[in-house]
């Protein structure tokens, strides 16, 4: 396998010219309902992806067929599946697919078989969760557990609560009852844990405590945290508490938890989600079949990202737009607006997912780079953003590439008709109305109301936001994510950027901070 | 006074050059003890603003001071204060200062002294909401009222919330036992309502219906949403809900409510959280007594940001580095930081108020103009912001400027020693040495591990995030933001952008799109 820089493929002097050339597909003029037809391409059997309204015409796709073959994306993909060491940096597999099922050879390491153990540990946090909701397993005063508090941060917090909310209603719709609802800790800042605990019945309460190092020092001050909390409520904390952990961390099978479920240093923390890191929290509050539904969404979504064409692989084809936009008609964000409030923590996540795997500024070798990495992403969902930050997007100096996503059909199918439509056709109204605007904008003598258009989106939609459309939506953005990594030579699996502040933060606690600024910024805080 | 876009002031081209040149304070080399210490100006009684870690020496202050002096910033704000109609765009004055207290002339508009329908408003709701708290205006059912959930989006939803989650858990330390819960329904997705409305006893919660028009189609929807589920309930709407309104608008003297309060066309609804659009519900959850610190804080703040010493004004020299940034530095987002839990919805809000007040290309008298504007704002909570998208801000090829926020003390003041130290110290030397760690970086002969500093950011701090350092925190921000406005020449007061997108919803409802693109969306998702 090649690994080059992206600047020195053949193709990029071909895009720099396309972009100072045309600058790609004139949405004003040509975005029509033939385009609109033409440009889907399925992520999974739930989930759609539709980019008509990108700046990329036949020949902007053509050069990105050329991009995707020369930086070998779909073989170096295949790698990834096969279990080659991807994350050079800390010498690991990167094997957050296989826990959705198998799609590469056997990998064995640690003498022992992965698929298997991502298996068998399903299976365990499967049944144990079964336990918890059918009143097998009991708290220490032998009620049953009611709620489920997850401990954890970035990765351990952020990924399972955004498919936490995106399936809470669909669940309250769909499944049986829920029997157990879910919170999360996560700041270290004491407000967050003491208002999340003033919120539960403690005596009912099962606590996730989430770290795969085992030494998080959020993760172990709030488990502190709670445990106090218990032990003045004169409740047995081993009996509140299952961990979730790596094999060697001191969490791992530590009389201290009810149980204890394992993760491997080839799932990186924002990769997560899949394995009992969500697992876990979300079989707790759904049931274990619901979080198997979930991995199969995005199994299917992993499957359809290893077709070569362009123009049939959704989550390739969204990957190198993006780096169209970014690298050559040089807008450094995009924006992502889910047209469904389920989704409301769902650009959170994404934020660590894309901005901690490719904000980097050296290639997998430690090379810097002399082009534009990973983009800033935010959003909230629509239409709230609407009549927010939308006038920016409209009217902005710059331009900033959307990517919207939408469904059929609500999830809660609770609505009613006001001036003769619901509020879920007036929700797809609004969406739909958004991404033309952007395209088209609108002439105005009054340059005030004047519209310029040419703002590019793209719509992810589905019939219904249900758990494998929530799997296939978040194993997209993973797989966009990778191929972009892969186009700019990065290493978008380890996270070296975040190591310093920690570093500096145990100085300051330890007295010997080394800095003088430092120091008077901590007399500023009266540390 | 003189109104002229900000390239063709003198100062332009000597900022564009200094920028070219040093590019400003060197943070790795001379970011030092005496700098933090020489670097803070207060906003008000209960908030400091330090610029130490901002890439600007005495050369860039003193090119900023006469920017400011130029462009007239102070002699604006207190033609604003002034009443002059300074939303030249809708004709309109901007008067959300004279609600938290008068700094200019008498306003008299419409035939009334403006100052004193602000207060006498505040007086109304300020007795409605005694009365609910203390029960003297019951629920149809003759219960008392324990939930207040408002109905609004945008400006009638984000600060809002954002204010109230802000103070939730100050209340619940510091305030009488919170008698009243707040909850916002904000999204035309009816799975927003209907969610909500599963959450509450429908038959002790007060709707708090926000709408200056009267017309805004989300919140029409979601109102007659919650009326159905309440006449399904047997509960008389008109018993459940009272509006926040315009006095010309159909939701004025309406005997369908039990009571309704008034703000006026100078109030902008991201500007709209010191009015009733916030006072009603704050007032309702905290007391009236919270709402007006709240207000005072503001007031404070506003009154600070007078001086034209830009060294002595926070709001002033913040807004001109955010300028030096924007346009010389050339970087074109901010992220803001906030180490408390509280304000985890706080950058929403500040998303709304900068990226709709400055996301404009035309100046205010409707020239194009030929320099960038507002920036993308976005930000989450640290220290959960840390494990999430930091990675980016340490070693991504691109410089997104900062903004941190921090207390001394937490909010509820319950904690536990961890390691020697508590979870407060620990999130407060986080904070710290993020500052340092983004100024100064880290040399290291591994590239991965190398962190090139210089990324500037700034510290808004304060003993306690109190109701008046809130309302000193909002206030800050608003008239940064205004300064921005002026220096660029801008009108930041409307907001022209958000039409287009509402004129083609109403065309897709109506079934006349007029768009074959248009048509092709609403197939695609079914409408």
Redesign the interface.
């Known amino acids: 396998m090649r690994y080059i820089n992206f600047d020195k493929t053949t193709v990029y002097s071909k895009l720099k010219e396309a972009a100072s050339g045309t600058g790609g597909f004139d949405l004003c003029q040509k ?7 033409n440009c ?1 391409i399925p992520i999974a059997e739930t989930l ?1 992806y ?1 980019w ?1 309204a990108k700046k990329a015409g036949n020949d902007i796709i053509s050069l990105l067929q050329i991009l995707s073959d020369e930086q070998e994306l779909i073989s170096k993909y295949k790698l990834l599946l096969d279990g080659e060491v991807m994350n050079t ?1 800390e010498n690991r597999r990167v094997l957050h697919h296989l826990l959705r099922g198998q799609l590469g050879k056997d990998v064995i390491a640690d003498g022992k078989n992965i698929g298997r153990f991502y298996k068998e540990e399903l299976e365990r946090f499967s049944k144990f969760a079964e336990d918890v909701r059918s009143g097998k397993i009991k708290s220490s005063t032998g009620k049953k557990f009611t709620y489920a508090v997850q401990i954890g ?3 351990s ?2 990924g399972p609560r955004a498919v936490y909310l995106a399936l ?2 669909w669940a ?1 719709k769909e499944a049986a009852a829920q029997s157990i609802k879910a919170k999360f800790i ?10 999340v605990l ?1 919120s539960v019945p403690l005596e009912e309460t099962l606590f996730v405590l989430v770290s795969k190092s085992g030494t998080t ?2 993760t ?3 488990e ?2 709670v445990k ?1 909390k218990l032990k003045k409520a004169n409740l047995d904390p081993s009996k509140h508490f299952v961990a979730v952990t790596s094999e060697t961390s001191p969490l791992a099978r530590n009389s201290g938890y009810l149980d204890s479920f394992y993760i491997d240093d080839y799932i990186g ?1 924002r990769y997560s989600s899949s394995s009992a890191v969500g697992g876990v929290i979300l079989s707790l509050a759904f049931g274990p079949a619901v979080f198997k539904d979930f991995l199969q969404g995005a199994h299917e979504a992993d499957k359809a990202a290893l077709e070569p064409n362009v123009l049939k692989n959704a989550a390739l084809l969204d990957a190198l737009i993006g780096v169209w936009e970014r690298n050559f008609l040089r807008m ?2 995009t924006a992502v607006l889910p ?4 989704l409301s923590r769902f650009p ?1 996540h994404l ?2 997912l894309d ?2 795997s ?5 290639n997998r070798s ?4 002399d ?4 983009p ?3 959003g ?5 953003g ?13 331009i ?1 590439p959307l990517q919207f996503i ?3 059909e ?3 199918k ?3 008709l ?20 952007f ?4 002439a105005n003598s ?7 258009g040419g703002r590019p989106s793209s ?1 992810i ?1 589905g019939n219904r936001l249900t758990p494998k459309a929530m799997g296939a939506l978040l194993a997209h953005f993973e797989n966009k994510v990778m191929f972009q990594g892969f186009v700019w030579n990065l ?1 978008s699996f ?12 145990k ?3 330890s007295g010997e901070s080394g ?8 007399k ?4």
């Open positions: 975005l029509n309902a033939e385009r609109v037809k889907s759609i539709n008509a940096g941060i970035g990765g917090d952020l809470e209603n309250a996560s700041n270290v800042d004491p407000d967050d844990a003491s208002a003033k020092q959020e172990l001050a709030n502190l945290f106090d923390g450094p964000y047209y469904s409030q389920a959170a934020q660590q901005m901690e490719n904000g980097k500024q050296v430690g090379g810097k780079v082009y534009e990495t990973g800033v992403v935010f909230e969902p629509g239409t709230n609407q009549h927010s930050f939308y006038q920016l997007l409209h009217q902005g100096t710059d900033v939408g469904f059929n609500s999830q809660l609770d609505d009613v006001v001036d003769g439509s619901t509020g879920n056709t007036k929700l797809k109204a609004n969406l739909c109305a958004q991404i033309v605007a395209a088209k904008g609108q009054n340059p005030n109301k004047y519209f310029p719509l939609y290493n380890d996270q070296e950027g975040v190591q310093l502040g920690k570093l500096l933060t100085k300051v606690l800095d003088d600024a430092l120091d008077a910024y901590s500023l805080l009266e540390i």
